[in-house]
């Protein structure tokens, strides 16, 4: 009887504080729901949802989530971009400025920050993935492929002392693909650790994607990489290349997160 009068207050207390808990038959508590409700405003109610998120390497830190985007939001952002696509830049090692260059042959555009409620809120949806402030996130840029077009292997991280003054290093890439690709496109890592792990069938991958763990670009996924070690030491496992496209044409949205507040200079 004591231990019966001590478990019914306790029952009354947990459908209190946990609603999103109950006990089946079992005695096995499970969740109703694993998805987080945003704050500020997603405007399609696409919440965050960790089921869809695998792990795919540790070395570098990767993971895929599935469905991160809707088909909507895909639409949006390039619909928001296709006009204004300019020659995509990389960063000269030495001076740090924006530079064309043979290594990266796409064309990109830089969206604002809270452009729209759309971009709100994937940057919501970002920040809960990653755990880190979306203050500390540049201006998504969106990027498109077509025939050839390619960004050979480089890491997301800085050589040159000029672009780590604004909020220090890249910590974390998040790749958003925003169409499907017939053939080529993929996200390639040639350093990481699990690189002959896994199988690739040749009517399936592109040659460039052999050269290590490869992800196939799938219209709404989205890929998380750090760039840095948890003790914030470069990760030279985060190598990656952007395969080029053989056929079709592929969109990708990419976000780049620092160690700092990126929003405001120090």
């Given at each position: 009887m004591g231990?019966?009068a001590?478990l019914?207050?306790y029952?009354?207390?947990s459908?209190m504080f946990?609603p ?23 405007s399609y109610?696409h919440?965050?949802?960790p089921?869809?998120?695998t ?6 830190r990767?993971?895929l989530?599935r469905?991160?985007?809707t ?15 300019e020659?995509?830049m ?6 740090g400025?924006s530079?064309?260059?043979e290594v990266?042959t796409?064309l990109g555009?830089f969206?604002?920050k809270n452009?729209?409620?759309v971009i709100?809120?994937?940057e919501s949806?970002i920040?809960?993935?990653t755990?880190?402030?979306v203050?500390n996130?540049?201006?998504m840029?969106?990027l498109?492929?077509e025939?050839g077009q390619?960004?050979?292997p ?5 050589h040159?002392?000029?672009n780590?003054?604004?909020?220090g ?8 693909y925003?169409?499907?690709?017939r053939?080529g496109?993929e996200?390639?890592f040639?350093?990481?650790?699990i690189?002959d ?10 040659e ?5 763990y490869?992800?196939k670009p799938?219209?709404?996924?989205a ?12 990760d030279?496992?985060s190598?990656h290349e ?5 056929e079709?044409?592929?969109w ?5 997160i620092?160690v ?7």
């Amino acid at each position: 009887m004591g231990f019966q009068a001590l478990l019914i207050p306790y029952f009354l207390f947990s459908l209190m504080f946990f609603p999103n808990f109950f006990i089946q038959s079992s005695g096995l508590r499970k969740i109703r729901k694993s998805v987080i409700r945003l704050p500020n405003g997603d405007s399609y109610g696409h919440p965050f949802d960790p089921t869809r998120v695998t792990q795919i390497s540790w070395h570098p830190r990767a993971f895929l989530y599935r469905n991160f985007l809707t088909d909507a939001e895909c639409d949006h952002l390039i619909q928001l971009a296709k006009d204004k696509l300019e020659l995509s830049m990389v960063a000269d090692n030495e001076s740090g400025k924006s530079v064309a260059s043979e290594v990266r042959t796409s064309l990109g555009m830089f969206l604002w920050k809270n452009q729209d409620k759309v971009i709100a809120g994937i940057e919501s949806r970002i920040s809960a993935w990653t755990f880190l402030p979306v203050e500390n996130g540049e201006a998504m840029q969106v990027l498109h492929y077509e025939n050839g077009q390619k960004y050979e292997p480089h890491w997301d991280y800085f050589h040159d002392k000029a672009n780590q003054v604004r909020g220090g290093h890249r910590v974390a890439t998040i790749l958003m693909y925003l169409s499907n690709v017939r053939k080529g496109g993929e996200t390639v890592f040639p350093n990481s650790e699990i690189k002959d792990s896994q199988p690739k069938a040749i009517k399936d991958w592109s040659e460039c994607a052999k050269k290590g763990y490869a992800v196939k670009p799938e219209k709404g996924d989205a890929l998380l990489f750090f760039s840095l070690h948890p003790n914030t030491t470069l990760d030279e496992f985060s190598l990656h290349e952007s395969c080029p496209v053989i056929e079709g044409e592929k969109w990708s949205a990419t976000k780049w997160i620092h160690v700092r507040n990126f929003d405001k200079p120090q």
